[in-house]
């Protein structure tokens, strides 16, 4: 793995990560990387871009994050093409997505250099509505009523099947996002690697359980307007009646890993 250009994305708002950032910033050019920091982060050598989207117009080799989950599912968001991401654990809860603390990244710089690493890929998800394409996501999609106070009937297609409930709303999760927020609403917990997505369905009137399907696409409408969650980070709003269709991604997330596990997500758990 040849490595010149490095990112370095840090946690919204946190000064921790930040100094944390400016640290790996100041190691990488003593190396002769060439580093870009997106703002506010700035250290003299490295090229400062204003925001995460400015990163897709640069030709990047590999992505550092230091922040929790975070910041890896955004720093994802905003990554359109399979660039390795190396996640540091700065200032994170669980940090489900992190490879290493601070305190580990010069071993994980040498290893990354000697190509002594373990490239994890995963598949993302991404919905359009109206013509228009979202934001990939890389834990799930979430589609839910705006209108609480009635219940709304989804309608569910995928490969020649139709699924038809009244229910508070419906999430297309992938693997890496079985242990998050589908996990939450009874969803099973798949190997990170599989190639497939699951439906579950939230608050169903009448049983309905998750339901693991090839990674086709699946089509939603809803008789009420609905709200879009990519990620829990970002929103859209589309009508009743209008056709929302969840996809696989055309490119991967990338993650550099140290070492290959089995169950890495449910190992940090703590299952």
């Not at 999609?141 to 038809?164: Q, S």
Request: charged fraction near 25%; glycine fraction near 8%; proline fraction near 4%.
């Amino acid at each position: 793995m040849k490595i010149n250009k490095i990112a370095i994305v840090s946690k919204f708002g946190s000064k921790k990560s930040e100094k944390a950032a400016e640290g790996i910033v100041e190691k990488l050019l003593k190396q002769k990387f060439k580093v870009y920091t997106v703002s506010p982060v700035l250290v003299k050598g490295a090229k400062k871009v204003n925001s995460l989207e400015d990163l897709r117009k640069i030709k990047l080799d590999l992505v550092i994050t230091l922040g929790g989950d975070g910041t890896t599912l955004r720093t994802f968001r905003n990554l359109e093409n399979e660039i390795p991401l190396l996640a540091i654990n700065v200032g994170g809860n669980r940090g489900i997505f992190s490879e290493i603390f601070l305190d580990e990244f010069d071993n994980a710089i040498q290893s990354i250099k000697k190509n002594e690493i373990w490239l994890d890929k995963r598949i993302r998800v991404v919905a359009s509505c109206n013509g228009e394409q979202f934001q990939p996501a890389l834990n799930e999609i979430y589609v839910n009523r705006k209108n609480l106070t009635k219940t709304a009937e989804f309608v569910i297609k995928f490969h020649n099947d139709t699924v038809k409930q009244r229910m508070d709303g419906v999430m297309i999760s992938t693997p890496s996002g079985s242990t998050g927020h589908s996990l939450s609403v009874g969803g099973p917990v798949l190997h990170e690697s599989l190639d497939v997505l699951i439906i579950t369905p939230v608050a169903p009137v009448h049983r309905l359980p998750p339901i693991v399907v090839p990674d086709e696409k699946v089509e939603i409408t809803c008789s009420h307007d609905c709200n879009i969650a990519m990620d829990a980070q970002v929103i859209k709003s589309v009508g009743f009646g209008d056709l929302i269709t969840v996809k696989k991604y055309k490119k991967q997330a990338v993650f550099v890993r140290l070492k290959k596990r089995g169950l890495r997500q449910m190992a940090k758990l703590g299952f």
